[in-house]
């Protein structure tokens, strides 16, 4: 039993099964297209909300220390992404990093993992961009009927429309190539950056020195509950729930870590790439240093334009700039946080299409969706229906309380490739590495040690979801995926010609 579950694809196999002319994807992008995907994603909600909740809640103005740690432990992890996606450079991310160190087991739990990751998180984020745009159709006096608007909070029968048709109008797109997707993309990151700066530049003007006098503000107990800091951190370690102080800086940091969110996905796209060796480390890192300097700029503005206690949870960065007197700086704000979130969705949607691409190619999933496009060369199949269900998903489902999901779910393949590193270097020490973890395994051990701290710092109802999640996905694995692997299927033929 122990054999089959843990039996590895080798390297080279998994590199030659890209090669198949029907399953082979077109490779069109550059280490700028990798960056722009990883900018294009990372670059969202997160830094658009999420920063005056776990200032005013958290970190007050210390949410840039947040963000600060919370960049470190993606770059912990970029660190060991880069030398397995230069390494073995295949569709399906931390999935075919797991399979070739960790075994079939261990890679069909974390792509049921990914799975789960990305689809919730092309859901949310299409609901958030649903909400802004409605907004600006309400400014503009067009209003949509009630029946047809966001979900959350919403009674009786209703389905987003703009949410489900953002989705159906992205799957047609990434069906129509991967390239296509690229020059949306930079378009789209263009504009979302230039708003960001926007916010750094403009706002460094109206920063009050006196915003900053209580930077780490003193930790104050809290009643159960009423805390975003997990209770598995106080039945482990005994600390009592408290906001602000030095607990909250990392309280916030389990939270801000959804804006780091999508820098993996690039990861995702190394089959496309012409270059993978030598252009994934560069999407990777290059993308996830742009947007760490952004982010922590982003929250040192913003706190010293407005006392933290006085910041806006739902819209911060528009809200404080209304505070000074600038409104149009707000309208400019939303529009660009709207446009942006668009490609959010995009990446997130093509990540997820290529780990179920991967595992259909595997065999663990049908591998009627193994195929490609005759023209386009990219993965249609998979690609129609996961965009259909979470078109519908995001229509029909008030998801504020399965956003937390998603931060489990990529710590989670963080773990997972980082012990897959330090594995992949005592089993294989002959492949070529174009990028090598420096330090292994003191950086994939600290890696794993991060990811699972911030794990802890998520509610104990978030384990529950996902526990529940991986018990589905390991039903599936030995009704369906064990048996019908192309592993399993190689083994048999094996045994017959044996015999």
Known sequence: MSSTLFRTKKVEQSILDTEEPEHALKKSLSALDLTVFGVGVIIGTGIFVLTGTVAKNNAGPAVALAFVVAGVVCALA???????????????????????????????IIGWDLVLEFALGTAVVSVGWSGYIASLLDNAGWHLP???????????FGFDILAAALVLVLTA???????????????????????????????AFFVKGDNYND????????????????????????????????MGIFTAASVVFFAFIGFDVVATAAEETRNPQRDMPRGIL???????TLYVAVSIVVTGMQNYRELDISAPLAEAFKATGHPWFAGFISFGAAVGLTTVCMIL??????????????????????HVHPKFRTPHRPTILLGVIIAIVAGFTPLSELAELV???????????????????????????????PWVPVIPILSVLASLWLMLNLPAETWLRFAIWMVIGFAVYFLYGRSHSRLARQQEETRAGSS
């Open 215 to 246: 930077f780490i503000p003193k930790a104050k107990p809290v009643a159960a509950g009423d805390s975003l800091q997990s209770p598995l951190i106080q039945l482990m370690f005994g600390w009592a729930p408290s906001n602000f102080g030095v």
């Open 349 to 370: 949607l093509l990540g997820q299409t290529r780990v179920f691409f991967a595992m259909s190619r595997d065999g663990l999933l049908p591998t009627f969706f193994s």
């Open 146 to 156: 009630a029946a047809l608007g966001s979900r959350d909070g919403a009674h009786g």
């Open 286 to 292: 290059g993308s996830l240093v742009i947007c760490t």
């Open 173 to 203: 797109i990434l069906v129509l190539g991967t390239k296509l997707s690229a020059r949306v993309t930079s378009i789209v990151v263009a504009i979302k950056v230039t708003v960001v700066l926007t916010v750094i530049i403009a706002g």
């Open 407 to 437: 931060n489990i779910g990529t710590l989670f393949a963080f773990v997972v490739v980082a012990i897959g590193v330090i594995i992949l270097r005592k089993s294989r020490p002959d492949l070529p590495r174009a990028f090598r973890t």
């Open 78 to 108: 970029a660190l060991c992404y880069a030398e397995f996606a230069s390494t073995v450079p295949v569709a399906g991310s931390a999935y075919t990093f797991s399979y070739a160190s960790l075994g079939e087991l261990p890679a069909w």
